[in-house]
């Protein structure tokens, strides 16, 4: 079984940064992609980035710029940069890891930001 361990999350306000990370654990080998998705109260839950294990990144079109999302193989741990933080990117950031034959979650981060 696969446990996705995230961090980083918090309260920023406008204009700062945070970085969330997550881990990857239980398998021998990377997940194809890994990514963050998230979630703000009443709404659905949205793409924010994904990372292939070789390949190019995807970006919700209304963060590129400010997000930028990394890979380190070696430790199977994705990480999301998030600068110029708004109040509307307050959140519950997940993070999301697909293998050839599953698709896994972990429990999310909260990500709050004051105006």
């Known amino acids: 079984q696969v446990q996705l361990v995230e961090s980083g999350g918090g309260l920023a306000q406008a204009g700062g940064s945070l970085r969330l990370s997550c881990a990857a654990s239980?398998?021998?080998?990377?997940?194809?992609?890994m990514g963050w998705y998230r979630q703000a109260p009443g709404k659905q839950r949205e793409l924010v980035a994904t990372?292939?294990?070789?390949?190019?990144?995807v970006y919700a079109d209304s963060l590129k710029g400010r997000f930028c999302i990394s890979r380190d193989n070696a430790k199977n741990t994705v990480y999301l940069q998030m600068n110029s933080l708004k109040p509307e990117d307050t959140a519950v950031y997940y993070c999301?890891?697909?293998?050839?034959?599953?698709?896994?979650w972990g429990q999310g981060t909260q990500v709050t930001v004051s105006s």
């Open positions: 999301n890891a697909r293998y050839w034959d599953a698709n896994y």
């Open positions: 239980g398998r021998l080998y990377s997940p194809n992609d």
């Open positions: 990372i292939p294990s070789s390949g190019d990144t």
